[in-house]
């Protein structure tokens, strides 16, 4: 079945072009930023398995087949043909499979439209030395390899980014999403991270990507992006529902998909406790902190550190006594009646030993 027909059999619902879209602001809901992220990584990886159950959840939350088919189609410049092909054959199964696509009945794929004409007179590579320069944030002469220096300004800045289908900042969201699921390339996803925020992504937004992947169990990925951000995460509110079960002040701030932020001032760290029917992952993202299991000797957490604590396991987590820390947590492997048994609190003279 062609994909010209498959849009005929599958209700299109595509935006207006009405008024000039905003380049430098994310198209997408909160909940769309993070499929898009999950299903750039994905594709990266080469893990076309968890890549199809992205593309069926990001499709639910009504991101366009364009959208994707854009994200796809721009990451073979950062991750090769092979990989950008296999993906867009997983997107062309999905959508040529009505009925199959979305799991909620009431939904319909939203085919979406495709990016705007351009103008006879296009300068390709006078636009996107334009583009380069705002993402860089400076002039870029590659002079080592003119060729290269040619074909990213007149093909990836000027060609590709001029695609209005996806945003400059959806671009550089799509990038970071699928850098950070490559390992060996953190000079590159460093500067995609600083060209992120020049191109308008927000500190939030680019948060929103490590937690995108720790609920989608991306969990190295999420600390590789998590220990470059170097930034403080929202603070969150008292924490006031567990504070029995700590020494010193936390603050809690959930995230979407069951991920919740968790903020220790210095000296604080909750009681000796132990995780029934479930898996615990800790990611560290700010601040210097300790985590330690029973009879174990304490481990150091610092921004991108990633901590899988067993079942039944007796341990503790906390800040370090000369600075505050922030980690994500997440359940996963979780069993009926999964729960959490709070021991003893960590005395100072514990606490003492491992700083």
Aim: charged share 20%.
């Amino acid at each position: 079945m062609t994909l010209v027909l498959a849009a005929l059999l599958v209700a299109c619902s595509p935006m207006q072009k009405t008024e000039t879209k905003d380049m430098n602001q994310l198209s997408f809901t909160t909940e769309q930023a993070a499929w898009m992220s999950a299903i750039a990584c994905d594709e990266a990886k080469g893990d076309l398995v968890a890549l199809e159950s992205a593309i069926h959840n990001g499709l639910e939350a009504e991101l366009t087949v364009s959208q994707i088919k854009e994200a796809l189609s721009q990451l073979y410049a950062y991750t090769g043909f092979p990989r950008s092909l296999n993906s867009l054959g997983v997107l062309q199964n999905v959508v040529e499979s009505p009925g199959k696509a979305l799991k909620s009945k009431d939904k319909r794929v939203i085919m979406g439209e495709d990016a705007s004409p351009l103008s006879d007179d296009y300068d390709a590579l006078k636009e996107g030395t334009r583009v380069q320069t705002q993402l860089v944030g400076k002039a870029f002469e590659y002079e080592f390899a003119p060729a290269t220096d040619y074909y990213l300004k007149a093909h990836l800045f000027g060609d590709i980014f001029a695609r209005d289908n996806l945003t400059y900042a959806d671009r550089e969201l799509v990038t970071v999403s699928a850098l950070s699921g490559l390992e060996g390339v953190e000079p590159q996803l460093k500067a995609h991270i600083a060209g992120a925020r020049n191109m308008g992504v927000t500190e939030e937004q680019l948060q929103g990507i490590v937690v995108a992947f720790a609920a989608n169990g991306l969990l190295n990925e999420a600390g590789r992006l998590a220990g470059l951000l170097q930034r403080e995460w929202p603070q969150g509110q008292p924490n006031g529902a567990y504070a029995q079960y700590f020494v010193g002040q936390s603050f809690l701030q959930p995230y979407w998909g069951g991920v919740a932020n968790v903020t220790f001032e210095p000296r604080c760290r909750n009681n000796w406790h132990v995780h029934h029917g479930a898996v615990q992952v800790l990611i560290c993202v700010s601040g210097k902190g300790w985590y330690q299991e029973w009879n174990k000797p304490a481990v150091a957490l610092t921004p991108g550190t990633v901590i899988a604590i067993p079942e039944g396991v007796k341990h503790w987590h906390g800040a370090a006594a000369d600075s505050w820390m922030q980690h994500l947590a997440i359940h996963t492997q979780d069993q009926p009646g999964a729960a959490n048994e709070w021991l003893e609190p960590v005395s100072d003279e514990q606490y003492n030993s491992v700083q």
